[in-house]
């Protein structure tokens, strides 16, 4: 323990010692100039000294002259730095041994040079450490005592032992003194420089402070910069003029004399500086004229010893101060006018005593306040509330403000109360100020703004649907849980990331969606959007947003999963443009196509060819084995074809046994060898349907696209004349229009018997009577009898007969159609008047084209037609087939009211075969809606085809019409129909389309019997 502490002892006294030695004397640093007088003097003694002695210099007295020039560098070096370092003695040291080398070459004590040690040590005294001086003390005495003690002569140094102590004792006892002085002086020195310069600063720094000092008479010695902005006098002209005349007011001035009873002038300040009376007010006047109101504080100015020497002022200019009291006085009596007219505001005023001493404010009138001045806060307010306020009240008093609620006894009114020390009074003997506001329309309207709030918050977090509110920058601030549970992320995950981010990389839609939001756009704020979960499926979102009322920095958007909606609307629009049973492209989808190559063509060039092929033998595989053994064969056979071409190229069914193929690039020669291809890989395709299917071959009529002005319907016309020339030379065959070529070649024609074309046929049909109509029975499925027939349009018969599936698409393209329709009314009425003299209910139901839908001759014949045979309007039942475009829909609109106003009915044929059977459906006013037979003839089998008929039965039914099937070819498929609510049915099962005797001799079987 003793070494443990002794150690650190012993440690701090060594660094005191050491400071001590080492630590300059004065601080000073010497200078170049300071060096000057001192080498003078060391090289003027050293002349003087070595100047009378003619003789040679020894070689000790020129080594002396060489350290002292050493010396002298050293000094010189030392005063350039600018710190000490070790050079800083070395110099003095050098002297001292230059002296005693000359002592030594020049004789000892006569030589007089001893006397030279004191410059070092006084340049030591000045410069040095108490250590320099220690080392300076031993290198004089040697300079007395080294020639002596090196010679060895006893003599000599006892002679020189004297002076060598007195320098000793003079660097290390008389030196430092002189230190002392030095460094007190130097001390003084810094301390008056410091003041000085205070005192400058203070001057010149106080700009908003006038600063004026005089001597005793009252004369002005400075005169600050602030004063000088103050009074607009410069210091050149107020210094040496009497204050009291140049800046201060006459009759101020002798007014305040008079009250301290002395003569008017500098002897009021004296008075007051020698009181040491506290600041008051004062009027300047400026040089200007201009009198400005200050705050005047004078003090006396006295010396060290204690002698007056004069005066200083310090005023701080208060005009604003003053007007700003005059102006508070008067927002002080307004204030109180003020308060008296606010109603719902009540003031008062309470001392330490808690007496009311004050009490205004309508809010005070209104609450029986007005009177309360001088009673106690106890009679004023009810207990209850007294005792709330008293508390405050007393903090209030102490300097601490607070604030209260309370309820008035009498009104029942709710007041938000402030408690508050009373401005302008001190916290030890102030009052109380109670400013009371009325907020019971504020606190009822936050209760409602609350309940409101936890309305719509319930709203927000029960709500089935995806809610986000989100910030300008699209970042999500709030989610709801359904929004986490339709996105498939947590809370956490979604708040603070940017809703874009769920989506595509590219994706626009939120950006668009923020964008039509805030700029109001209603159509913009909506949008459809994918999202991919985390799981990796697909939600399919519709947005809507609106930026929040009240929060014009939030955005709230609406999530609806539209999924299902997507998927169907996906499913709506393949069956828009692909046949149902075959999954190739449709009628609508191939004229689309067509027309699309056809405006490339009239763009780039004329390129590609098309083909229609037609089934042979086909109706023989319906009749023999059923129309299910025929679609089974269509869906093979359009592989088949599907396959023989190019991905690129487009392959479709326009309806029943007929498709078409439009080859997007190829020549004459790539269309014959497609064409042959067709037909052999029909031709090859086997089936387990038996020998009817097997049979079947296609004939095909291909034409290649030439020129940049073909039309569709001239192309279609022109292949569809092949096609036939392919079957009239023998089927399973084809034909190209060559090169060139005006006019399909008729092959197998003679002179005498010319193959026609579908339109020549048809117009042959209208000229001769070539059309003929057939019979399909219509079965009420709740009464279970035949109640009406549909009237089917045939074109030839045998081996000549074509399909309707061929020859009205035709007919569709030109304006036969409308003559065709005509010719339909003129002659299915007159059967429709044979069928109700059986059948008195009997209804007949006859196809139009949607062409023919609005045209007034049409509708004249059907009306003249009805009158001519005395039938019954409400007999007859239009069909607009679905598939078919209405031209003019206003107009079709029209034919129908009218003719429905004269009682015939209208069907909607096909539905749901195109995309606008809900159009039509919400335009016309329809009394039936027929099923289209493609969701039918599986629908006992195939819930996708069954779930459709249960639709389309109950969208009939919600609109208040019927609903018809058409190609009921079972027992169990009527079964089915029956249990999904449909009214009526057709198909084989029901009975085969028949002649009109055939049928009417049916019909009048059961009336017989």
């Known amino acids: 323990m003793t070494t443990g502490t002794t150690r650190p002892r012993k440690h701090a006294v060594v660094v005191r010692v050491a400071s001590t030695f080492t630590r300059a004397a004065t601080g000073a640093r010497p200078t170049e100039q300071d060096v000057v007088p001192f080498a003078v003097l060391l090289l003027g003694a050293a002349g003087a000294i070595l100047a009378p002695s003619r003789q040679q210099l020894s070689p000790q007295a020129g080594s002396a002259l060489a350290v002292l020039g050493i010396a002298l560098v050293a000094i010189w070096v030392a005063a350039r730095g600018r710190r000490r370092t070790w050079v800083d003695p070395v ?29 070092p040590i006084v340049w030591l005294a000045l410069f040095g450490t108490f250590g320099d001086l220690a080392v300076a ?34 660097a290390l006892l008389a030196a430092p003194v002189v230190q002392s002085v030095v460094r007190r002086f130097a001390r003084e020195s810094t301390t008056e420089r410091e003041a000085a310069a205070q005192l400058r600063g203070i001057m010149g720094g106080a700009t908003l402070t006038s600063i004026i000092a005089t001597d005793p008479q009252g004369r002005i010695t400075d005169f600050n910069l602030g004063a000088e902005q103050m009074l607009r006098y410069t210091a050149v002209e107020a210094v040496g003029r009497p204050v009291h005349e140049l800046i201060h007011d006459a009759e101020e001035l002798a007014a305040a004399a008079g009250q301290l009873g002395v003569a008017p002038g500098i ?14 007010e004062w009027t300047y006047i400026r040089r200007d004229g201009r009198r400005i109101s200050v705050r005047l504080a004078v003090t006396e100015i006295r010396s060290d010893d204690g002698d007056l020497v004069g005066y200083l002022g310090v005023a701080v200019d208060t005009t604003a101060a003053v007007e700003l009291r005059r102006e508070l006085k008067e927002a ?7 308060m008296d007219h606010l109603p719902d505001t009540s003031v008062l005023v309470l001392d330490r005593t808690l007496e009311v001493s004050l009490s205004t404010g309508g809010g005070a009138r209104r609450q029986g306040l007005a009177h309360a001045a001088g009673r106690q806060v106890d009679e004023v307010f009810s207990p209850r509330n007294a005792a709330l306020l008293q508390p405050l009240i007393e903090a209030a008093i102490e300097g601490r403000e607070g604030v209260v609620e309370l309820t008035a006894v009498e009104t029942g009114d709710e007041h938000e109360v402030w408690v508050s020390p009373l401005p302008g009074t001190s916290t030890t003997s102030g009052a109380a100020l109670i400013m009371a506001r009325d907020v019971s329309r504020d606190r009822a309207r936050e209760r409602e703004l609350r309940a409101s709030h936890d309305r719509v918050q319930r709203l927000f977090v029960d709500a089935p649907h995806g809610i986000a509110v989100l910030g300008r920058d699209g970042v999500i601030r709030q989610v709801n849980p359904s929004l986490c549970v339709l996105l498939g992320r947590d809370e956490d995950d979604l708040v603070g990331m940017p809703l874009a981010g769920l989506g595509a990389a590219q994706d626009e839609t939120v950006a668009e969606l923020l964008a039509g939001a805030t700029d109001g756009d209603a159509a913009a704020g909506r949008a459809d959007w994918t999202v991919v979960t985390p799981a990796g499926g697909q939600v399919h979102l519709s947005l809507s947003s609106t930026v929040l009322a009240g929060a014009e920095d939030e955005v709230l958007v609406n999530f609806a999963d539209v999924s299902e909606r997507f998927v169907y609307e996906q499913q709506l629009a393949h069956l828009a443009d692909h046949d149902v049973l075959t999954g190739l492209a449709n009628r609508r989808k191939f004229s689309a196509e067509l027309d699309r190559h056809l405006a490339y063509c009239r763009r780039y060039g004329a390129r590609g060819a098309l083909l229609l092929i037609d089934l042979d033998h086909f109706k023989e595989v319906n009749d023999t084995l059923g129309h299910g ?26 309806g029943g046994d007929e498709f078409a193929v439009l080859l997007i690039e190829t020549d004459l020669a790539g269309t014959e060898l497609v064409a042959a291809n067709l037909v052999a890989a ?13 049979a079947v071959t296609a004939s095909v009529g291909a034409v290649v696209i030439e020129g940049d002005s073909q039309s569709a319907e001239e192309l279609m016309s022109s292949a569809d004349a092949l096609m036939y020339q392919a079957k009239n030379t023998g089927r399973d065959g084809w034909a190209v229009l060559p090169t060139g070529a005006e006019c399909p070649p008729e092959a197998g024609a003679t002179a005498d018997a010319p193959v026609l074309t579908l339109t020549e046929r048809l117009e042959q049909a209208l000229a001769e009577g070539g059309f003929r109509l057939q019979l399909q029975p219509i079965w009420d499925v709740r009464a279970g009898r035949v109640i009406g027939a549909e009237a089917l349009l045939r074109l030839g018969a045998g081996d000549t007969a074509v399909s309707p599936a061929q020859f009205l698409p035709h007919a569709e393209l030109s304006d036969l159609i409308l003559d065709v329709d005509r010719w339909v009314v003129e002659h299915a009425v007159p059967l429709l008047a044979r069928c109700r003299a059986v059948q008195p209910d009997f209804e007949l139901a006859v196809n139009l084209s949607g062409r023919s839908v609005g045209d007034a001759v049409l509708e004249r014949v059907v009306l003249d037609t009805l009158d001519q045979h005395g039938v019954d309007p409400s007999g007859l039942v239009l069909e607009v087939t679905e598939t078919a475009a209405v031209a003019d829909l206003e107009a079709a609109r029209g034919f129908v009211e009218r003719l429905s106003a004269e009682g015939c009915r209208f069907a909607l044929d096909d539905f749901g075969a195109g995309f606008g059977s809900f159009h039509y459906l919400k335009n016309l006013p329809f009394d039936y809606v027929k099923i289209d037979g493609e969701f039918v003839t599986a629908c006992d089998v195939n819930a996708t085809d069954r779930a459709i008929v249960s639709s389309v039965v109950a969208i009939a039914h919600r609109l208040g019409k019927q609903a018809v099937a058409e190609f009921v070819g079972s027992p169990e498929i009527l079964h089915v129909l029956e249990a999904e609510g449909v009214d009526f049915a057709q198909g084989h099962h029901i009975g085969r389309p028949a002649d009109p005797d055939a049928f009417l001799e049916a019909l009048a079987e059961p009336a017989r019997a």
């Open 91 to 119: 110099g003095p040291w050098l002297v001292l041994l230059c002296v005693g080398l000359l002592r030594d070459a020049l004789g000892g004590a006569v030589s007089g040079v001893g006397s030279l040690v004191g410059v």
């Open 137 to 170: 003390a031993l290198l004089a005495a040697l300079a007395f005592l080294g020639p002596a003690l090196l010679a060895g002569d006893a003599r000599d140094a006892g002679l020189e032992w004297r002076p060598a102590l007195v320098w000793a004792g003079v």
């Open 267 to 280: 002897e009021v300040f004296a008075t007051l500086a020698e009181h040491q009376m506290p600041s008051r």
């Open 332 to 338: 002080q009596a307004l204030w109180r006018l003020s």
């Open 629 to 654: 053994a025929g679609d089974e064969l269509l869906v093979g056979l359009a592989g088949v074809l599907r396959r023989s071409v190019r991905a690129s190229d487009v392959v479709a069914r326009l």
């Open 682 to 694: 029909v031709r090859a395709h086997e089936t387990t349907l038996g020998p009817a299917a097997d």
